[in-house]
């Protein structure tokens, strides 16, 4: 057995001191001889999920955001720019795009209810993994806990073992986050020294050490595994070890380019952002409801914690990635990395999710597959090192960049061609008594396209009536709410209070939305009662903060958008 290598953790942080070296340790005796043998019978699948995480990364053009891990794997991956959530909310999208069926379809618009009980008893991804032969384990927040995965993660159904829940996650809305009084609270921007932590660890931590644990037991039985890896930030309460303040001087924090509420906006499609309001720091602020504003000096904090626990979540995907390489299984394992749904920073006067706005509903979207999207590594390289972002610039270029229009309920149907699995048939209409079907096409006919050609491919006029029978990529995404006016249940209103769906179509020139009437005693829209409308030219107007819907003639749009509802 060769010598185990010297631990090269930053010293300055010894909550990842263990997680290094027990890694190399573990991989010091029996990595040694070059990469692992494939798994019997395809390759594995590494299936990242972070929370609430919008494109705030290197690899996604942000200049600010540290990301070198991140940035790293993009460089051997194909990235997807345009890729959108179908509900901005994390159980209705988490179920969504585990099962590949739409919020429609699984009739999951709040956090109280099963699908399989509640709509249809569908497959979901892992489960359809586990049923071909793989190992299914789920590690953090992958399904969201609670009602809507029946509080077991859909175990049995979807994995091989109990899912694995972090000891430290009781304690992330406690009060642990020390103000200015000395006191501790529980505040939205709560950076913190985990030695003083209870359990003196976090969540994501807890999450990055099993799933390593996890793929060395995979490596010594040589046996093809899904693993999901689900991490909690950035999701508010935003706490992560302090340190990483010290990437984002406070003074080279920007206010968000449109903070203020768009004069356009109709009332119903504004969230008012309850959660922030229910913090310790922001009720001190006594911002107004619904509107706010929240001051500007506590908005230049928001989005600093914001982009410190984006890094800090990169260190953690680092780190699994850095054991992916240890244990020798890069060659044979397809890792896919996304996000539930975005994150509004004071765009249009919003924070959190909650919308169907690009910044709410827009995600990272890549994936890593051996020999397709970057070479098999040589005996003895490493693919994912892992980076320093305190001492690493970052300058990785994406392997390939795809601009096409996808959605995550494409991810089933994507990882089953991906994997050399059958792929799941289309949907029937309606597909309730359906178990096994998606309603998202696989994306990797993507793979291959070049900017260049997508844009040959996309060159449309930026005037949005666009021929019928043209057939353009879209994102559909929506929103429930409560009532016309922003209500203290606006952001999550429950099934029995919903009274309007916003329906959103995204394509390359535009977003379009609609909000109708909603029946939730029998799932249906009245696309007759139309309560009111959005339309964005996304070409001249990228922030979506100028709504011409009064002021346009929009027939064509009209007719793809019942096209969609009604399919």
């Known amino acids: 057995m060769r010598a185990a290598p010297p631990c090269r953790c930053p010293a300055s942080w010894p909550w990842l001191l263990g997680v290094c070296c027990a890694g190399i340790l573990l991989a010091s005796g029996t990595a040694g001889a070059g990469p692992v043998p494939p798994p019997r019978d395809g390759m594995n699948v590494l299936f990242i999920v972070a929370d609430d995480l919008r494109p705030a990364l290197g690899c996604y053009g942000d200049s600010l955001v540290k990301s070198p891990n991140i940035d790293q794997l993009a460089s051997r991956s194909i990235v997807f720019q345009n890729a959108y959530a179908q509900q901005a909310v994390c159980a209705p999208s988490r179920v969504s795009f585990l099962t590949g069926r739409r919020p429609d379809t699984t009739r999951l618009y709040d956090f109280h209810s099963y699908w399989r009980v509640h709509a249809g008893n569908y497959s979901t991804i892992p489960q359809y993994f586990k049923e071909n032969g793989y190992t299914t384990m789920s590690v953090g927040k992958v399904f969201h806990p609670g009602i809507s995965s029946n509080h077991s993660d859909d175990y049995p159904y979807s994995w091989s073992m109990p899912p694995f829940h972090p000891s430290a996650e009781k304690y992330e809305n406690s009060k642990t986050c020390k103000g200015k009084d000395g006191e501790l609270h529980a505040n939205l921007v709560c950076p913190v020294d985990v030695a003083e932590v209870p359990l003196g660890t976090l969540p994501d931590i807890q999450s990055t ?56 906006l109709p009332a119903v499609a504004y969230n008012p952002w309850m959660d922030i309001r229910q913090r310790e720091d922001v009720q001190a602020l006594n911002v107004s409801f619904p509107y706010g504003p929240i001051p500007e000096d506590f908005q230049r904090q928001i989005r600093q914690s914001y982009f410190a626990a984006v890094s800090y979540l990169d260190t953690q995907v680092g780190l699994l990635l850095h054991a992916l390489d240890d244990v020798g299984l890069s060659n044979n394992t397809i890792v896919m990395f996304t996000a539930d749904h975005g994150w509004s920073l004071g765009e249009h006067g919003e924070w959190a999710k909650y919308s169907n706005f690009d910044v709410a509903t827009r995600v990272p979207l890549m994936f890593y597959v051996p020999g397709k999207t970057s070479s098999f590594a040589h005996p003895g390289e490493r693919l994912f090192p892992y980076l320093d972002p305190f001492t690493h610039a970052s300058d990785s270029v994406a392997a390939g960049k795809a601009k096409k229009m996808v959605e995550l309920v494409s991810l089933f149907s994507t990882l089953a061609e991906l994997a050399g699995l059958w792929v799941p048939p289309v949907c029937p209409e309606p597909s309730f008594h359906v178990a096994l079907c998606t309603e998202g ?20 006029d930026n005037d949005y009536d666009i021929e019928d029978d043209h057939e353009e990529p879209i994102a559909f995404s929506q929103y429930p709410r409560p009532a016309d006016t922003p209500q203290w249940d606006s952001d999550k209103p429950e099934l029995k209070d919903i009274k309007i769906m916003g329906y959103s179509m995204r394509t390359v020139d535009y977003r379009y939305t ?26 001249s107007d990228p922030n979506e903060d100028h709504n011409i819907y009064n002021s346009s003639l929009h027939g064509t749009l009209v007719k793809k958008f019942l096209r969609f509802l009604r399919r």
């Open 209 to 264: 050490e099993e799933a390593r644990r996890l793929l060395n037991i995979m490596k010594i039985k040589n046996h093809k595994f899904f693993l999901a890896v689900g991490y909690h930030k950035p999701h508010i309460p935003l706490r992560y070890p302090q340190e990483f303040l010290k990437l984002y001087p406070l003074e080279n924090i920007t206010l968000a380019p449109d903070p203020r509420v768009p004069q356009e």
């Open 441 to 460: 096409p696989s994306i990797v006919q993507h793979f291959n396209s070049t900017e260049e050609e997508e844009e040959d491919d996309t060159d449309y």
């Open 514 to 539: 609609v909000w109708v009437g909603f029946n939730p005693s029998n799932f249906s829209a009245n696309l007759q009662d139309v309560h009111a409308g959005e339309l964005y030219m996304v070409g």
